[in-house]
């Protein structure tokens, strides 16, 4: 048995070979790209969707706009100003249109009343307090739920895990504006430590009452905190059982490299994309924890033009609000494929 | 002077019953000493307590282990690491989960170099790759072990655990997962680094054959003892344990092919070992005094040990070779019929053909085996044979009808008369349904049967492939591997076919247990006049069980054949390597390593 | 047929487990049964606004100076049925969408899953919040938005799962049989994807409620004077300094529940022992079968 033939091995799998190549020889570049294009074709999809789901009603738009003042002649007239009595294909082109290059119209509720106010007047600044508000929400949640995801995977099955679990899992388990309610009851009718709802006027910004933001990223952090430190604990478990980690033990590494470089550093990819659900969660959570403390975000925004039935805002509101959850979606799946090797070598 | 010491080495699992017990062995500078043992028998318990390192919450109770004068603190796991890489180190059995999946090579093999002798000059890595074989150059340290072959993982994983030229490398089954002929280059290599460097190694191993290639002496386990220890040609020539004799005699060999005989009974569990001899229950040449006490390990002369009372009755299994057929094929229409067949698997991006041109014919009562490594398009063509997945070109005969590439599009008298039975007995049932349940559908379903004749079938089934009444009700999770192919043959069978597929149907079984098998698909051929298309990669079961070879390489035919005149007298290269990388013990006990 | 012995479920044998069930059932009973022992009218005052706790009104009264302990006990049953309706019909739905798309492969599959991206690029507020501007805050409304917000998610699973268990060795065997993709679907794979099906069930049932609630604290769900403790919440905010138990009471409730559910899921997911991560990972110690 054996050859007397120099040792050669089966020829290397190479990379699959796609059949054009975008942008030459990099890989990452080129899924980059065909993932922006997705995302993009994702989102005038999903504003389609929009569109038709505030358009497209039993009864008529301009009727339940107006609702007690509609006269036949005031429907005629808001019919016209809001274009609707042109078919749906070629009212959603030009919508579409205008939106993509920022002219985000007039709100509808406005013209009901006969006067004309810009949907971006309405909503830039909502948007940026909403902003600040996500941002300070991310800064503490990322690194919170990474850490306690990893100490309780660490000690999985001791005390500190199910101690760590089962608060995560009962916190979580919370609706947001109970979780609010809550924070108020205690913190300002038990403890009158802070504002209930936010004094926060248009025209300043948050950071003038920054008390008042301390309830809303609290109740905001409770639950992604309590569900991302879950999902990062169950992912990191799953990477200390992988044998490259038993292999880095049986090499005789200390345990400190060996959660390090060999668990943690495969752990993160996961996590990452954990991190990206939380934060598409937190785009929902917002809009209701904002109603909660009346904090004069693009939440309750949004709320209040479904309440009025302000089309043209909503429907707004809700690209912007798409097209962020896609961003971040694009955003984690290329940090994911730049953070693992096998993807970043095969894409 | 012994490098490695082992003495009563005890590992008890965390229900308290003993894994290992009163382990003892000792390992010389440049000597292999192979560990032989099935499922259960805690070889790899055994391995792994070296590095003082246990899985699933076992314990390592007692035991001495030195190395170089050296005491390992096995008990103790912090202790324990600090031999690990230094004094001794292992090498996996599956490379590719070994190795860290974001760490480039170079970086992985230079940390332990860095972890056990920071004070004296690293070897250069790429001297540590050149060692085994590797490229040397800069571009290959920096790749991936994504980006490398099985063969390649494996032998970085061969460097890390040299480069700190620790005296005792554990091998954990390193070629398990490569194909034969990267087996036998990574053999050679362990050969090669053995003589340069007088490394002791210790050869962890299911499979005899393969230890043979390489052990200067052999031990073997059985329900956590060692049963038998010695030179590798005494232990291979003259065993002198009724379980050894039974191992040899259950393990197929392509260069003397001979009639398989295997032991009867299962191998017993942890928990369950009897109070005398582990193996008296399946003995045959058990007495009284087995039942009473554990037989000590005694020695023999000739360096021979053996764990038994009648160590000194114990022969050499006779050989009963197999008389291979030599005749033409029949002049009757073939029962299965193959010509010209073309498989491709198309993906959105690119269309790989599995199998190209491939022609053969089976007919009733004969075996064809069709023999390949992984990649070669074997699986494909059983695949598309059973219309599990469409053919791109050629035609498929069925005595003389032609069949559509889909299962479905087939009428059912054409489904009934093509069974397979697969690989995998851990997925091939489907684990909801009771064993009865299972075998009755195909009889149910393809040939009509009432519910009640379909009872009375089954049981007649389960007594054709020897498995016993009481498994009727029985989930597929209360059964072994074994007994789970068998049922899967037993299902095949009962839809009363004609042509049945064996798609590698005894590569994940214990040697013992395929032996077993094997004789039942043979027995069970003849009984029912069956064509049975055989598809393997291990040339030594193809001698046990076929009449004619197929040999494929990527997707096509490199030579087809009598068995006879394809094992002996094979006419392409590609057949050749196979031959000559494919393990045999009776060629090391004719040849030497 | 199976002649097994009943056994207490696995997941109920944990204390994590154990506790939700009985908390779950408690608080299902109040919610369903609940609305038999009010005693009071939830429509009707029985005092001023705000009241603390009296023996009348062990509860108080709300801000109209309705009985709390009544409304609490009328509160649960919409958001419970409307949970429960919306979450099976989601389970309907998005188990076809995702057995089909799984056992297909090929064909149908990258349509479907397309349509379900698309789907999961809203934020599930959002989509109810959409579907109320466009159709009114009525019942059918709002489980046709639950439905939509979940069945993205079931499909997804349901098409991973199906996929892996249509490559095992006997959906295959069947499959050579020759057949049906519905026999198959339902022989095969739906039994053996069951447990995860199940685990996924209790996780989704518990979110649906939250969503109903939240669109009901929002005001965007049921109207009043409907007895819900979500609205309940919301409209009791102006008297939380007066009778703290008008919005306390219905947040346990809510919160006992959604806590209970997720217990139970936790309990079962963990206790199941199958997931359907990655197949193939080789242990260190590979043993073959004996």
Same mark, same amino acid.
């Given at each position: 048995?054996?050859?007397?033939?120099?040792?050669?091995?089966?020829?290397?799998?190479?990379?699959?070979?796609?059949?054009?190549?975008?942008?030459?020889?990099?890989?990452?570049?080129?899924?980059?790209?065909?993932?922006?294009?997705?995302?993009?074709?994702?989102?005038? +999809?999903?504003?389609?969707?929009?569109?038709?789901?505030?358009?497209?009603?039993?009864?008529?738009?301009?009727?339940?706009?107006?609702?007690?003042?509609?006269?036949?002649?005031?429907?005629?007239?808001?019919?016209? %100003?809001?274009?609707?009595?042109?078919?749906?294909?070629?009212?959603?082109?030009?919508?579409?249109?205008?939106?993509?290059?920022?002219?985000?119209?007039?709100?509808?509720?406005?013209?009901?009343?006969?006067?004309?106010?810009?949907?971006?007047?309405?909503?830039?600044?909502?948007?940026?307090?909403?902003?600040? @508000?996500?941002?300070?929400?991310?800064?503490?949640?990322?690194?919170?739920?990474?850490?306690?995801?990893?100490?309780? *995977?660490?000690?999985?099955?001791?005390?500190?895990?199910?101690?760590?679990?089962?608060?995560?899992?009962?916190?979580?388990?919370?609706?947001?504006?109970?979780?609010?309610?809550?924070?108020?009851?205690?913190?300002?009718?038990?403890?009158? @430590?802070?504002?209930?709802?936010?004094?926060?006027?248009?025209?300043?910004?948050?950071?003038?009452?920054?008390?008042?933001?301390?309830?809303?990223?609290?109740?905001?952090?409770?639950?992604?905190?309590?569900?991302?430190?879950?999902?990062?604990?169950?992912?990191?478990?799953?990477?200390?059982?992988?044998?490259?980690? =038993?292999?880095?033990?049986?090499?005789?590494?200390?345990?400190?490299?060996?959660?390090?470089?060999?668990?943690?550093?495969?752990?993160?990819?996961?996590?990452?994309?954990?991190?990206?659900?939380?934060?598409?969660?937190?785009?929902?959570?917002?809009?209701?924890?904002?109603?909660?403390?009346?904090?004069?975000?693009?939440?309750?925004?949004?709320?209040?033009?479904?309440?009025?039935?302000?089309?043209?805002?909503?429907?707004?509101?809700?690209?912007?609000?798409?097209?962020?959850?896609?961003?971040?979606?694009?955003?984690?799946?290329?940090?994911?494929?730049?953070?693992?090797?096998?993807?970043?070598?095969?894409? | 002077?012994?490098?490695?010491?082992?003495?009563?080495?005890?590992?008890?699992?965390?229900?308290?019953?003993?894994?290992?017990?009163?382990?003892?062995?000792?390992?010389?500078?440049?000597?292999?000493?192979?560990?032989?043992?099935?499922?259960?028998?805690?070889?790899?318990?055994?391995?792994?307590?070296?590095?003082?390192?246990?899985?699933?919450?076992?314990?390592?109770?007692?035991?001495?282990?030195?190395?170089?004068?050296?005491?390992?603190?096995?008990?103790?796991?912090?202790?324990?690491?600090?031999?690990?890489?230094?004094?001794?180190?292992?090498?996996?059995?599956?490379?590719?989960?070994?190795?860290?999946?974001?760490?480039?090579?170079?970086? !992985?093999?230079?940390?332990?170099?860095?972890?056990?002798?920071?004070?004296?000059?690293?070897?250069?890595?790429?001297?540590?790759?050149?060692?085994?074989?590797?490229?040397?150059?800069?571009?290959?340290?920096?790749?991936?072990?994504?980006?490398?072959?099985?063969?390649?993982?494996?032998?970085?994983?061969?460097?890390?655990?040299?480069?700190?030229?620790?005296?005792?490398?554990?091998?954990?089954?390193?070629?398990?997962?490569?194909?034969?002929?990267?087996?036998? @280059?990574?053999?050679?290599?362990?050969?090669?680094?053995?003589?340069?460097?007088?490394?002791?190694?210790?050869?962890?191993?299911?499979?005899?054959?393969?230890? *043979?290639?390489?052990?200067?002496?052999?031990?073997?386990?059985?329900?956590?003892?060692?049963?038998?220890?010695?030179?590798?040609?005494?232990?291979?020539?003259?065993?002198?344990?009724?379980?050894?004799?039974? /191992?040899?005699?259950?393990?197929?060999?392509?260069?003397?092919?001979?009639?398989?005989?295997?032991?009867?009974?299962?191998?017993?569990?942890?928990?369950?070992?009897?109070?005398?001899?582990?193996?008296?229950?399946?003995?045959?040449?058990?007495?009284?005094?087995?039942?009473?006490?554990?037989?000590?390990?005694?020695?023999?002369?000739?360096?021979?040990?053996?764990?038994?009372?009648?160590?000194?009755?114990?022969?050499?299994?006779?050989?009963?070779?197999?008389?291979?057929?030599?005749?033409?094929? $029949?002049?009757?229409?073939?029962?299965?019929?193959?010509?010209?067949?073309?498989?491709?698997?198309?993906?959105?991006?690119?269309?790989?053909?599995?199998?190209?041109?491939?022609?053969?014919?089976?007919?009733?009562?004969?075996?064809?085996?069709?023999?390949?490594?992984?990649?070669?398009?074997?699986?494909?063509?059983?695949?598309?044979?059973?219309?599990?997945?469409?053919?791109?070109?050629?035609?498929?005969?069925?005595? %003389?009808?032609?069949?559509?590439?889909?299962?479905?599009?087939?009428?059912?008298?054409?489904?009934?008369?093509?069974?397979?039975?697969?690989?995998?007995?851990?997925?091939?049932?489907?684990?909801?349904?009771?064993?009865?349940?299972?075998?009755?559908?195909?009889?149910?379903?393809?040939?009509?049967?009432?519910?009640?004749?379909?009872?009375?079938?089954?049981?007649?089934?389960?007594?054709? +492939?020897?498995?016993?009444?009481?498994?009727?009700?029985?989930?597929?999770?209360?059964?072994?591997?074994?007994?789970?192919?068998?049922?899967?043959?037993?299902?095949?069978?009962?839809?009363?076919?004609? +042509?049945?597929?064996?798609?590698?149907?005894?590569?994940?079984?214990?040697?013992?247990?395929? =032996?077993?098998?094997?004789?039942?698909?043979?027995?069970?051929?003849?009984?029912?006049?069956?064509?049975?298309?055989?598809?393997?990669?291990?040339?030594?079961?193809?001698?046990?069980?076929?009449?004619?070879? /197929?040999?494929?390489?990527?997707?096509?035919?490199?030579?087809?054949?009598?068995?006879?005149?394809?094992?002996?007298? *094979?006419?392409?290269?590609?057949?050749?390597?196979?031959?000559?990388?494919?393990?045999?013990?009776?060629?090391?006990?004719?040849?030497?390593? | 047929?199976?002649?097994?012995?009943?056994?207490?479920? $696995?997941?109920?044998?944990?204390?994590?487990?154990?506790?939700?069930?009985?908390?779950?059932?408690?608080?299902?009973?109040?919610?369903?049964?609940?609305?038999?022992? =009010?005693?009071?009218?939830?429509?009707?005052?029985?005092?001023?606004?705000?009241?603390?706790?009296?023996?009348?009104?062990?509860?108080?009264?709300?801000?109209?100076?309705?009985?709390?302990?009544?409304?609490?006990?009328?509160?649960?049953?919409?958001?419970?049925?409307?949970?429960?309706?919306?979450?099976?019909?989601?389970?309907?739905?998005?188990?076809?969408?995702?057995?089909?798309?799984?056992?297909?492969?090929?064909?149908?599959?990258?349509?479907?899953?397309?349509?379900?991206?698309?789907?999961?690029?809203?934020?599930?507020?959002?989509?109810?919040?959409?579907?109320?501007?466009?159709?009114?805050?009525?019942?059918?409304?709002?489980?046709?938005?639950?439905?939509? +917000?979940?069945?993205?998610?079931?499909?997804?699973?349901?098409?991973?799962?199906?996929?892996?268990?249509?490559?095992?060795?006997?959906?295959?065997?069947?499959?050579?049989?020759?057949?049906?993709?519905?026999?198959? @679907?339902?022989?095969?794979?739906?039994?053996?994807?069951?447990?995860?099906?199940?685990? %996924?069930?209790?996780?989704?049932?518990?979110?649906?409620?939250?969503?109903?609630?939240?669109?009901?604290?929002?005001?965007?769900?049921?109207?009043?004077?409907?007895?819900?403790?979500?609205?309940?919440?919301?409209?009791?905010?102006?008297?939380?300094?007066?009778?703290?138990?008008?919005?306390?009471?219905? !947040?346990?409730?809510?919160?006992?529940?959604?806590?209970?559910?997720?217990?139970?899921? %936790?309990?079962?997911?963990?206790?199941?022992?199958?997931?359907?991560?990655?197949?193939?990972?080789?242990?260190? /110690?590979?043993?073959?079968?004996?």
């Amino acid at each position: 048995m054996g050859t007397a033939a120099p040792p050669v091995d089966p020829v290397i799998p190479t990379a699959r070979r796609r059949r054009f190549r975008v942008f030459g020889r990099n890989p990452v570049v080129g899924f980059i790209v065909r993932r922006v294009t997705a995302g993009l074709a994702t989102l005038v +999809v999903a504003s389609f969707l929009i569109f038709a789901a505030v358009q497209v009603l039993p009864g008529d738009v301009a009727s339940i706009v107006l609702g007690r003042n509609a006269t036949p002649s005031r429907v005629a007239a808001l019919q016209a %100003d809001l274009h609707l009595n042109r078919p749906l294909i070629p009212r959603y082109l030009v919508w579409l249109g205008n939106t993509a290059t920022g002219h985000f119209g007039d709100s509808s509720a406005a013209l009901a009343q006969g006067s004309k106010v810009s949907v971006w007047q309405i909503i830039h600044t909502p948007l940026r307090n909403s902003l600040v @508000l996500a941002v300070i929400t991310i800064l503490i949640f990322v690194p919170l739920c990474l850490a306690l995801g990893v100490a309780a *995977a660490l000690r999985a099955g001791r005390r500190t895990d199910h101690a760590i679990s089962l608060t995560a899992l009962s916190l979580g388990a919370l609706p947001e504006f109970l979780v609010g309610t809550l924070l108020i009851v205690i913190f300002f009718t038990q403890l009158k @430590l802070l504002p209930p709802i936010s004094p926060i006027t248009p025209g300043e910004t948050p950071f003038t009452h920054p008390n008042a933001l301390v309830l809303p990223v609290l109740t905001l952090l409770c639950a992604s905190v309590a569900f991302g430190s879950r999902l990062v604990r169950a992912s990191t478990i799953e990477v200390l059982r992988e044998d490259y980690v =038993a292999m880095a033990r049986l090499n005789g590494y200390p345990e400190r490299r060996v959660i390090l470089r060999y668990a943690l550093r495969n752990a993160l990819a996961p996590s990452v994309q954990v991190c990206a659900q939380m934060v598409q969660y937190l785009i929902g959570g917002i809009i209701i924890t904002e109603s909660v403390f009346n904090y004069p975000g693009i939440g309750t925004a949004v709320v209040q033009a479904v309440s009025i039935r302000d089309t043209q805002e909503t429907a707004v509101i809700a690209v912007i609000l798409a097209a962020i959850y896609i961003l971040v979606n694009i955003v984690a799946d290329v940090v994911v494929v730049l953070l693992v090797p096998k993807l970043r070598t095969q894409v | 002077m012994p490098v490695l010491e082992v003495t009563n080495l005890q590992v008890h699992a965390p229900s308290g019953d003993p894994i290992l017990e009163d382990v003892s062995f000792s390992l010389r500078a440049g000597e292999v000493l192979g560990l032989v043992g099935e499922s259960g028998s805690g070889k790899t318990t055994t391995a792994l307590a070296l590095l003082g390192y246990t899985q699933a919450g076992a314990r390592i109770v007692s035991g001495r282990i030195s190395i170089g004068g050296e005491l390992v603190e096995a008990k103790v796991e912090p202790l324990a690491r600090r031999v690990r890489g230094r004094l001794i180190s292992y090498v996996p059995q599956n490379p590719g989960t070994a190795l860290n999946p974001s760490m480039r090579i170079g970086d !992985a093999i230079g940390a332990m170099a860095e972890t056990h002798r920071p004070d004296r000059p690293s070897p250069s890595i790429g001297a540590a790759l050149a060692a085994v074989g590797l490229p040397d150059a800069p571009d290959f340290q920096r790749r991936y072990p994504h980006q490398l072959s099985g063969g390649q993982q494996q032998r970085v994983c061969i460097s890390a655990a040299i480069v700190c030229e620790p005296p005792v490398v554990v091998f954990d089954e390193p070629t398990t997962g490569l194909d034969v002929v990267t087996q036998a @280059l990574i053999l050679d290599e362990l050969m090669r680094l053995r003589r340069e460097r007088e490394i002791a190694m210790l050869y962890v191993a299911h499979d005899l054959a393969v230890v *043979a290639q390489i052990a200067t002496r052999i031990a073997v386990m059985y329900a956590g003892r060692i049963v038998e220890e010695g030179p590798a040609n005494q232990v291979l020539r003259r065993p002198r344990h009724p379980y050894t004799r039974g /191992l040899l005699a259950s393990i197929p060999d392509h260069i003397e092919p001979r009639i398989l005989e295997p032991m009867a009974g299962v191998a017993v569990g942890i928990g369950e070992r009897p109070a005398g001899c582990s193996f008296a229950p399946r003995c045959p040449m058990r007495i009284d005094a087995c039942d009473q006490a554990v037989p000590m390990l005694r020695a023999l002369g000739n360096g021979q040990l053996a764990r038994c009372v009648r160590a000194e009755e114990v022969t050499t299994p006779p050989q009963r070779l197999i008389a291979l057929d030599r005749s033409a094929p $029949a002049e009757a229409a073939a029962a299965l019929c193959v010509s010209n067949l073309r498989a491709e698997h198309r993906s959105r991006r690119e269309t790989v053909v599995a199998a190209d041109q491939v022609s053969f014919e089976i007919d009733k009562g004969r075996c064809l085996a069709l023999v390949g490594e992984s990649g070669s398009g074997k699986t494909t063509i059983a695949r598309t044979i059973v219309g599990l997945h469409a053919i791109a070109a050629g035609e498929i005969r069925l005595g %003389d009808e032609k069949l559509a590439p889909r299962a479905r599009r087939r009428t059912r008298d054409q489904r009934r008369r093509v069974q397979i039975v697969f690989q995998n007995p851990g997925d091939a049932l489907n684990p909801r349904q009771s064993v009865g349940t299972a075998i009755a559908r195909p009889a149910r379903g393809l040939r009509g049967l009432s519910a009640t004749d379909a009872v009375a079938e089954v049981k007649r089934l389960l007594d054709l +492939v020897r498995l016993p009444q009481r498994l009727l009700e029985r989930y597929p999770a209360e059964l072994s591997g074994g007994e789970r192919q068998r049922v899967g043959i037993a299902r095949a069978l009962a839809a009363n076919p004609e +042509v049945v597929i064996c798609d590698e149907v005894t590569s994940a079984l214990d040697v013992s247990v395929q =032996a077993a098998v094997l004789k039942l698909l043979s027995d069970l051929r003849h009984e029912l006049d069956l064509a049975l298309l055989f598809i393997t990669h291990d040339l030594g079961v193809v001698a046990a069980v076929a009449d004619r070879v /197929l040999v494929l390489e990527h997707g096509h035919v490199c030579e087809a054949g009598p068995t006879d005149a394809i094992l002996h007298h *094979a006419t392409n290269d590609y057949t050749k390597r196979l031959l000559a990388a494919a393990p045999s013990i009776s060629h090391v006990l004719e040849h030497g390593h | 047929m199976r002649h097994r012995t009943f056994r207490i479920p $696995a997941f109920a044998q944990t204390t994590s487990g154990a506790t939700g069930l009985a908390l779950a059932v408690l608080i299902l009973a109040v919610a369903l049964l609940g609305p038999l022992f =009010a005693p009071h009218s939830i429509a009707t005052p029985i005092g001023p606004p705000g009241q603390p706790p009296s023996a009348a009104a062990p509860l108080g009264t709300d801000f109209l100076g309705r009985d709390v302990l009544s409304r609490v006990l009328h509160g649960g049953f919409s958001v419970v049925w409307i949970g429960t309706v919306a979450t099976t019909l989601a389970y309907a739905a998005g188990s076809a969408v995702g057995l089909i798309a799984g056992y297909t492969r090929n064909l149908i599959d990258p349509i479907l899953m397309r349509a379900v991206d698309v789907l999961l690029a809203f934020p599930a507020l959002l989509v109810l919040l959409l579907l109320v501007s466009g159709l009114g805050p009525h019942i059918p409304v709002l489980i046709l938005g639950v439905v939509l +917000v979940q069945l993205p998610g079931i499909a997804r699973l349901i098409r991973t799962a199906t996929l892996e268990t249509s490559t095992r060795g006997y959906v295959e065997a069947a499959v050579a049989r020759g057949e049906s993709m519905m026999s198959v @679907l339902g022989r095969d794979i739906a039994p053996n994807i069951a447990p995860v099906m199940l685990a %996924d069930f209790g996780i989704r049932f518990g979110y649906s409620i939250i969503l109903v609630a939240s669109m009901n604290y929002l005001g965007l769900g049921l109207a009043p004077p409907t007895a819900d403790w979500g609205l309940m919440i919301s409209e009791n905010r102006s008297v939380i300094g007066l009778n703290i138990w008008s919005v306390v009471a219905p !947040a346990i409730m809510l919160a006992l529940l959604t806590i209970a559910v997720n217990l139970i899921a %936790d309990a079962y997911v963990r206790t199941s022992g199958r997931s359907f991560t990655p197949r193939g990972r080789a242990r260190i /110690l590979r043993q073959t079968d004996g």
